[in-house]
């Protein structure tokens, strides 16, 4: 069946980095874009970026140039986020989701940015 | 940018009544608006596409309508799996740009 699985929850000190993957199975990888999406605690829903498994090519919301960097890799069916410069307020849940849009989602991984 | 509204922020309904749930766009977004379901500590579940369209394994009691800037996502009897939040969600494809709205929590009275 079709699944996304994230890697575990990180706890990380402010300024830091953080990488979070998605491995996908059970479907052509390089046919579906994929999205990052993250959720502050009691928060909604706030869409990061997007990546095309098959070429490599992102795009990332706003707020998040210049911080953000999505990347794949092929030979594992893998996308991988890295968000540099943590602040407290990059505590969240954040979830790989397959496919424009968005029909599966990885189970969401927690990143705590604490001092 | 297109900003989504949700209406009402909460609803207090009863196992068995019918649900509504608004959501407007603060311009034309066509029929490219989606609705989710997120139950407390899971992810997010696609149940409607493009407006009206049940995504795979959603039961026919959700049906979503609309276009433009004014939809509504339906429940016809509520069932007790369905208390939940409901966000919906719109997407560009170029350039990409995905919009949540802030959901509405669907609760037990």
């Known amino acids: 069946q079709v699944q996304l699985v994230q890697s575990g929850a990180e706890v990380k000190k402010p300024g830091a980095s953080v990488k979070v993957s998605c491995k996908a199975s059970g479907y052509t990888f390089t046919s579906y874009y994929m999205h990052w999406v993250r959720q502050a605690p009691g928060q909604g829903l706030e869409w990061m970026g997007i990546i095309n498994p098959s070429g490599g090519s992102t795009s990332y919301a706003q707020k998040f140039q210049g911080r953000v960097t999505m990347t794949r890799d092929t030979s594992t069916n893998t996308v991988y986020m890295e968000l540099s410069s943590l602040k407290s307020e990059d505590t969240a849940v954040y979830y790989c989701?397959?496919?424009?849009?968005?029909?599966?989602w990885g189970q969401g991984t927690t990143i705590t940015v604490s001092s | 940018e297109i900003v989504l509204t949700q209406s009402p922020a909460t609803l207090s309904l009863s196992p068995g009544e019918r649900a509504t749930l608004s959501c407007r766009a603060s311009q034309s977004v066509s029929s490219y608006l989606d609705w989710y379901q997120q139950k407390p500590g899971q992810a997010p579940r696609l149940l409607i596409y493009d407006a009206s369209n049940r995504a795979t394994g959603i039961p026919a009691r959700f049906s979503g309508s609309g276009s433009g800037t004014d939809f509504t996502l339906t429940i016809s009897s509520l069932e007790a799996e369905d208390f939940a939040i409901y966000y919906c969600?719109?997407?560009?494809?170029?350039?990409?740009?995905?919009?949540f709205g802030p959901g509405t929590k669907v609760d037990i009275k």
């Open positions: 969600h719109h997407r560009t494809n170029w350039p990409p740009t995905f919009t």
């Open positions: 989701a397959r496919d424009q849009r968005m029909d599966v």
